[in-house]
């Protein structure tokens, strides 16, 4: 039975931490299989139109995405609060909290967000779906690999400029 769950951490496919992941980046280790599932995932900043201009992030231990490591390098006095769950993070910018950095179709997704930014070019980056070479053609991994490849290569919203 698939099971689905939010790491901030990289969990080693190697080990089979995980089946199946989703990475920045396309992996270099031969024992890793991967499918580019868009060309570009976009960022911005959401927030609302009443929020304060202050950004809510991961703590510092917990920041290895390129947007968390992004506020922190440009706008680190400006952080309001830090959070363990990108979920809390969304639920605190909903409440009008502070702002967000996450991808566009995201934020598009979100009730509630408007985009405050246009595309922060700097993080922007590929989105790779990732399995062990091996465990790849294991029928109920291969089910799990066809599911995740058509959800996310089905077109999503591009920021604004």
């Known amino acids: 039975m698939p099971e689905f769950l939010a790491a901030n951490a990289k969990l080693d496919i190697a080990r089979r931490e995980a089946d199946i992941g989703i990475r920045a980046q396309r992996p270099d280790q031969p024992w890793l299989s991967a499918r580019r599932t868009n060309a570009r995932l976009d960022y911005a900043v959401f927030g609302r139109a009443d929020a304060p201009e202050g950004f809510i992030t991961l703590s510092e231990d917990l920041a290895i995405a390129p947007a968390d490591r ?37 934020g598009h997704d979100d009730s509630g967000l408007l985009q405050l930014s246009g595309p922060i070019d700097e993080i922007a980056h590929e989105e790779w779906l990732v399995a062990h070479a091996e465990a790849r053609n294991d029928p109920p991994v291969r089910r799990a690999l066809m599911a995740m490849e058509r959800l996310l290569t089905r077109p999503r919203p591009r920021a604004s400029p």
């Open 70 to 106: 992004w506020i922190r390098a440009r706008h680190g006095s400006r952080i309001v609060t830090e959070v363990n769950t990108m979920r809390l993070a969304l639920d605190l910018a909903r409440a009008g909290l502070g702002r967000i950095v996450v991808p566009v179709f995201a």
